[in-house]
């Protein structure tokens, strides 16, 4: 199932939260999800530099559950708004 993950904002949450250590474990962690076909697409956003995710998953909770290991998320940095997409059968 394809599944678009919109980033949310997180109260509270300000720019000197994001170290360097932890944006560097967060690509790392990208790059796995890269590579295990898990995250086909990643893009940010023109206006706000928002993270947009394409990912390839089971489920939308098997998505939540890819999303949660990203260094971000464990640290409470960022959430995700969890889409799941179907193909149009017919316009």
Not at 53 to 60: M, T
């Amino acid at each position: 199932m394809k599944i678009l993950a919109l980033e949310k904002e997180v109260p509270g949450v300000n720019d000197g939260q994001f170290t360097d250590d932890t944006l560097k474990a967060e690509a790392r962690k990208a790059w796995e999800l890269y590579q295990s076909g898990v995250l086909r697409e990643l893009y940010f956003t023109a206006d706000k530099d928002e993270a947009v995710l394409v990912l390839k998953c089971e489920s939308a909770d098997e998505a939540r559950r890819q999303l949660s290991e990203l260094p971000l998320m464990r640290a409470g940095l960022l959430d995700f708004q969890v889409i799941p997409l179907v193909a149009v059968s017919r316009i």
